[in-house]
């Protein structure tokens, strides 16, 4: 979910590869030395950058939760005031590119959560409830007379919907980048009229 153009350091390689292994395989499918061969390096290597699985793990989901409240802080920064139909347009773009370009971290998320320590559990737990807050707000400026329940549900709604991705099947089967961004965004934003409309 980056936009930096620079390479990737080696522990951000090591990190997606960890992140495309799990995803396929599952936690306990892939070991160390495979992680350590999809990168170019001996399994021992990972050592270096890694304490093991379980820290790549962590800093896979905590390190996602965390960006994309980070990603939306910066969008609700920049528009600095602006109309709030643009806002939760710009928060909409945001969560499509992640769910279209970090696909393994949905998957991941969903089947190897309870993996994490406690107290890494909690974290992810506690930026996914900011994150969760802080489209619940901008939702209720779109449609004020939606309440603060029926505007978390359909938060909660939506990113089912844009988080379906891993189910669309493999990116070369998809219609092309664009045009499921753009589809995604009009049933999103379609989902969001439908409960301001009650």
Request: charged share 25%; no cysteine; hydrophobic share 40%.
């Amino acid at each position: 979910m980056t936009t930096r153009t620079d390479a990737p350091t080696r522990r951000e390689q090591i990190l997606k590869e960890a992140a495309r292994l799990f995803a396929e395989r599952g936690f306990h499918g892939v070991g160390v030395d495979e992680i350590g061969a999809a990168v170019g390096i001996s399994g021992p290597g990972l050592y270096r950058h890694f304490a093991g699985k379980d820290a790549m793990l962590a800093e896979l989901l905590v390190g996602i939760s965390g960006q994309l409240l980070t990603g939306a802080k910066r969008r609700l920064a920049e528009s600095d005031g602006g109309a709030p139909e643009a806002l939760l347009d710009s928060l909409i773009e945001g969560h499509i590119d992640f769910a279209l370009d970090d696909r393994p971290l949905i998957t991941l998320h969903d089947r190897e959560l309870d993996r994490l320590r406690d107290s890494d559990r909690k974290l992810v737990r506690q930026l996914q409830r900011q994150y969760v807050e802080l489209w619940v707000s901008v939702l209720r400026e779109v449609y004020p007379g939606l309440a603060e329940p029926a505007a978390r549900s359909a938060v909660h709604s939506v990113f089912g919907l844009l988080n379906s991705t891993p189910h669309l099947g493999r990116p070369g089967s998809l219609p092309g980048r664009g045009v499921t961004a753009e589809l995604l965004h009009r049933m999103a934003r379609g989902a969001f009229a439908a409960a301001g409309a009650e």
